[in-house]
T-cell receptor
Framework: TQLLEQSPQFLSIQEGENLTVYCNSS?????LQWYRQEPGEGPVLLVT?????EVKKLKRLTFQFGDARKDSSLHITAAQPGDTGLYLC?????????????FGKGTLLTVNP | NAGVTQTPKFRVLKTGQSMTLLCAQD?????MYWYRQDPGMGLRLIHY???????AKGEVPDGYNVSRLKKQNFLLGLESAAPSQTSVYFC????????????FGQGTRLTVV
């Protein structure tokens, strides 16, 4: 059972276009993270969102956490070829004996020059 | 600052052989996790540890064993490798609070023939 559903699975766009990637779940998480992974490397953290409704910006990237803390979105403005990579969302559950960090399947983004 | 180091980086095993993957972190983190990454499947949790001497099963634990004898090391063992265990294995050293962040190694690419 995949707790975190990411969409779309694949996305190929031209440089300068905008895009949004979604991460949805029926479960509530303590926090949600977005990672980017490049070929041959491990994922690298982009941002952590903790509070329902929270919006964080990282240069051309905007991250939003849903009010109910079950879903999140990543919006990229004016995409560049350097944004190419696998984007993964991950939900953390912390409490009691539960310390799991669960990942979605990822969105493979290709930005063509 | 090594962060998280995984050894080996590549390995080819014959069906039925055994091996141990080593993960070492120098950040003094309590939480360490082993994931496997397969095409279209994202990162799936195999086993994890919330501190020295502790281990717990993740989403796909069958065929794997782990040990955390020292805080800085988390070992993943395959007792009798099967072709279905061909994958890229990632170790993560994780900070859970106040904000969750996972630091990944560069991965071990394992092929079982």
């Amino acid at each position: 059972t995949q707790l975190l559903e990411q969409s779309p699975q694949f996305l190929s766009i031209q440089e300068g276009e905008n895009l949004t990637v979604y991460c949805n779940s029926s479960s509530v998480f303590s926090s949600l993270q977005w990672y980017r992974q490049e070929p041959g490397e491990g994922p690298v953290l982009l941002v952590t969102v903790v509070t329902g409704g929270e919006v964080k910006k990282l240069k051309r990237l905007t991250f939003q956490f849903g009010d109910a803390r079950k879903d999140s979105s990543l919006h990229i403005t004016a995409a560049q070829p350097g944004d190419t990579g696998l984007y993964l969302c991950a939900g953390a559950r912390v409490g009691g004996s539960n310390y799991k960090l669960t990942f979605g399947k990822g969105t493979l983004l290709t930005v063509n020059p | 600052n090594a962060g998280v180091t995984q050894t080996p980086k590549f390995r080819v095993l014959k069906t039925g052989q055994s091996m141990t993957l080593l993960c070492a972190q120098d950040m003094n983190h309590e939480y360490m996790y082993w994931y496997r990454q397969d095409p279209g499947m994202g990162l799936r949790l195999i086993h994890y540890s919330v501190g020295e001497g502790t281990t717990a099963k993740g989403e796909v634990p069958d065929g794997y064993n782990v040990s955390r004898l020292k805080k800085q090391n988390f070992l993943l063992g395959l007792e009798s490798a099967a072709p279905s265990q061909t994958s890229v294995y990632f170790c993560a050293s994780i900070v859970m609070t106040p904000n969750t962040e996972a630091f990944f190694g560069q991965g071990t690419r394992l092929t079982v023939v």
